[in-house]
């Protein structure tokens, strides 16, 4: 059976090939290269085309990328520099990244979402609604949600600093213990 969505942005109609249940697919070309990194908060696979990051995410979580057929690379400078970045930032010490990023995997709503959460600072947090109001669409706070929840860079695109309304703890591909963790990480300083 061919899976496919219709998808509607700005007029413009697209159809891209889909997971079943309408998941759809990330696009990474040209195929990147991997590695995987041992976090106090389990296991996550780092991916990086010639130049940027692309995939960042925590091994069985929501939505993620089957890296299984991509090679597997320590040497890589992106990854290399990924990896220092996310182990300073789980020992406390780093608190923004510099790390190059790639987001065009995504639609061109998704890319927009994502380039939003690049600015909610560490240490802080923000609503849907929020989130939606800044990108001046006020009333899109679904398709917000769900641009946030599939989001393939986690941490250094940081979607666990987005709640629900008042303050609610709300889904995070990652669990939401892994959420309250790095909320609580981000606290500390």
Same mark, same amino acid.
């Given at each position: 059976?061919?899976?496919?969505?219709?998808?509607?942005?700005?007029?413009?109609?697209?159809?891209?090939?889909?997971?079943? %249940?309408?998941?759809?697919?990330?696009?990474?070309?040209? !195929?990147p290269v991997?590695?995987?990194?041992?976090?106090?908060?389990?296991?996550?696979? !780092?991916? $990086?085309? /010639?130049?940027?990051?692309?995939? !960042?995410?925590?091994? +069985?979580?929501?939505?993620?990328?089957?890296?299984?057929?991509?090679?597997?690379?320590?040497?890589?400078? &992106?990854?290399?520099?990924?990896?220092?970045?996310?182990?300073? %930032?789980?020992? +406390?010490?780093?608190?923004?990244?510099?790390?190059?990023?790639?987001? /065009?995997?995504?639609?061109?709503?998704?890319? *927009?979402?994502?380039?939003? =959460? @690049?600015?909610?600072?560490?240490g802080t947090?923000?609503? %849907? +609604?929020? @989130?939606?109001?800044?990108?001046?669409?006020?009333? $899109?706070?679904?398709?917000?949600?769900? $641009?946030?929840?599939?989001?393939?860079?986690?941490?250094?695109?940081?979607?666990? *600093? &987005?709640?629900?309304?008042?303050?609610? !703890?709300? +889904? %995070?591909?990652?669990?939401?213990?892994?959420?309250? $963790?790095? =909320?609580? @990480?981000?606290?500390?300083?």
């Amino acid at each position: 059976m061919d899976n496919t969505l219709q998808d509607s942005i700005h007029g413009v109609e697209k159809v891209r090939k889909c997971h079943p %249940y309408y998941n759809l697919t990330m696009q990474f070309t040209p !195929l990147p290269v991997r590695c995987s990194l041992e976090s106090p908060l389990g296991k996550m696979t !780092l991916a $990086a085309n /010639d130049n940027a990051l692309v995939w !960042l995410g925590f091994d +069985g979580q929501k939505h993620e990328e089957d890296t299984r057929h991509w090679r597997e690379s320590h040497a890589h400078p &992106v990854l290399r520099l990924a990896r220092e970045q996310l182990q300073e %930032y789980f020992a +406390g010490g780093r608190r923004a990244f510099d790390v190059p990023l790639n987001l /065009d995997c995504g639609t061109p709503f998704q890319q *927009r979402v994502w380039q939003s =959460l @690049l600015g909610i600072t560490h240490g802080t947090t923000c609503s %849907y +609604g929020t @989130l939606s109001a800044r990108m001046g669409q006020p009333r $899109a706070v679904r398709a917000v949600g769900a $641009a946030v929840g599939r989001n393939p860079i986690s941490i250094i695109v940081p979607c666990h *600093r &987005v709640l629900g309304a008042h303050g609610a !703890l709300t +889904g %995070y591909a990652g669990g939401l213990e892994r959420k309250v $963790a790095l =909320l609580q @990480l981000e606290s500390r300083d």
